[in-house]
Structure formats: C-alpha cells, structure tokens
C-alpha cells in the first residue's frame, strides 16, 4: 500500500493546462477554510497519462482532477469507477480510498446541485438537448431524482434512442427519444431544460435552434456551456422571462462537490464564484 504524502496533495491532469481557472479557485476555497492542502496543474500529453497515474500512486496523492482529452483514457487506469462514470465512459473526478483510486464523473452532480436552488426536479416534465458525454452526466444524474419524464432531443437519432433506453432501462425511467431537426419547439409545460451540445462553447454568439417563444414562463434554462458563461441560449431565455442557470454556476458546484468529497468540508460557493470570475475576468 502506498503511504498518504505528508501534506495532502491533488493534481489537475491535463494537456493544455493554460488558462484553467481551477487550481485558482480550489486554493481560494483552501485559503478561505484554512485547510492546508496542494493542488497543483500538470501538462500531461496522451502518451504519458499512464505514468502519470503510476506517479499520483507512488506520491500517494489524494486524488484531483482529470480534463480532456484525458477523461475516457483514464478508466481502465483506475481501480474502480463510479455508477454515473460507467454510464457515460468518462472521468472527471479522482479519488484515493486506501491504496485503490476511484473515478468519479461530477459534470451532472454539478447541473443538478445549481438546479436544486430553484427547483426540485423529482415529478417535473425534463428535456435535454444533446446525447454526448455532458447530456448523458446531466440524465444519468436527474434521472436519480425521479422526474416524471426526461425528453432526448438530439441530432443524431441513434445515440438520443440509445440514451432514451439506457435511462428506461437502469433508472426505470419514463424516457423517450425526440427528433431534433431544424427550428425546435418544445411543449410549454417542460420544467427543465438543459443544453448539453457544444454549440456556444467558445462562442457567445452561436445560436442553438430553438424557439424560445415555445416555452413556458416557468422553464428553467440550463446551458452547461461554462465558457462563455453568457450564452446567446441564456440571454434570449433570460428575455423570454425564463429562470436561468449558466455553465460557471454548474461548475463551481461541481468542483465544490469534489472539494467536499477530498476535504470533507462544504466550501463557500461565493468565494469560489468570486475567484472563477476573477481569473477569467467576467
């Protein structure tokens, strides 16, 4: 069994650390709660990812995180996964319990914990917009809360039916797969929705195709897009009268729900907040 490093030591995994406001936020969050731990960036290429887990063991480092293009490679390196990593086949949390490290996938736990603040989504009508790793994250995640009924909506018609059926199939879930072509409109009772494509990211102005006249007033807009924060999705929803919740609000609670699960100690949300909005100067 590899010994526990003297001081509590956790590493960011990625190959092109440059520009990720993590480590900046987590030490914030150390410093704010007096808790004496490490959390170091390391510029990891593809090639040398196993190493790099041969060395979190050898140093005995708690655990970190793990950032593309790393977070599929990674699972068969870990002891162990958890359920919702399995489901989407991606990793973004690590943790040590004695000798073994596990994988965790916290991009959902992030969408729900923002959620909860404004609406409890058990018994609520849910659409998704998108089937890849983060749509999956975000379903695997809300279909724990027993929503009434959770709506696929994708442009590829294979992979919305395979998740539809993933989720009747493990969570015993009332969910259908729905055709996602040209300009979409949406039933004005839906309580949720969440998007969960790539379109926005790194672009503010990129328009998803939704008719934004077809929702309710009371539908919660979810973009877990994170960058940029300010999405065309959340200001024509924010316009529309729709409660919003945007992609920075999603990953400070996720990277609060992993500070919790290394520390044992709940972080204050706003310091984090203050400092993700520092480093990126929003």
Not at 2 to 19: A, F, H, K, N
Not at 146 to 174: C, S, V, W
Request: with cysteine.
């Amino acid at each position: 069994m590899t010994s526990q490093s003297v001081q509590p030591i956790l590493v960011l995994l990625s190959d092109r650390p440059g520009g990720n406001p993590t480590e900046f936020m987590v030490e914030q969050a150390f410093e704010h709660h007096d808790i004496e731990w490490v959390y170091h960036t390391v510029e990891v290429n593809p090639e040398g990812l196993i190493d790099a887990i041969r060395g979190v063991r050898a140093m005995g480092f708690i655990g970190g995180h793990v950032s593309h293009p790393h977070k599929e490679a990674i699972l068969p390196l870990l002891d162990r996964c958890g359920e919702t990593a399995e489901l989407v086949g991606a990793v973004n949390v690590i943790h040590r319990e004695a000798d073994a490290l596990l994988g965790e996938n916290f991009e959902g736990r992030g969408l729900v914990a923002a959620l909860r603040r404004l609406i409890d989504p058990a018994e609520r009508r849910v659409a998704i917009l998108g089937t890849g790793r983060a749509a999956t994250a975000a379903a695997c995640e809300l279909a724990r809360l027993r929503p009434a009924q959770m709506a696929i909506y994708g442009r590829n018609a294979e992979r919305a039916g395979a998740l539809a059926e993933r989720l009747q199939t493990t969570f015993k879930l009332d969910a259908v797969a729905l055709p996602w072509e040209g300009e979409l409109e949406l039933p004005p009772e839906t309580d949720i929705l969440v998007h969960a494509t790539t379109i926005g990211r790194e672009d503010p102005n990129a328009r998803v195709p939704l008719r934004i006249e077809s929702l309710g007033k009371q539908t919660v807009v979810a973009d877990m897009t994170a960058d940029p924060p300010d999405t065309q999705l959340i200001r024509e929803a924010a316009e529309h009268g729709c409660p919003t919740i945007e992609g920075l609000a999603m990953y400070v609670e996720q990277v609060a729900e992993a500070i919790a699960l290394w520390t044992g100690v709940d972080p204050d949300r706003g310091v984090m907040r203050e400092a993700i909005d520092e480093f990126l100067e929003v």
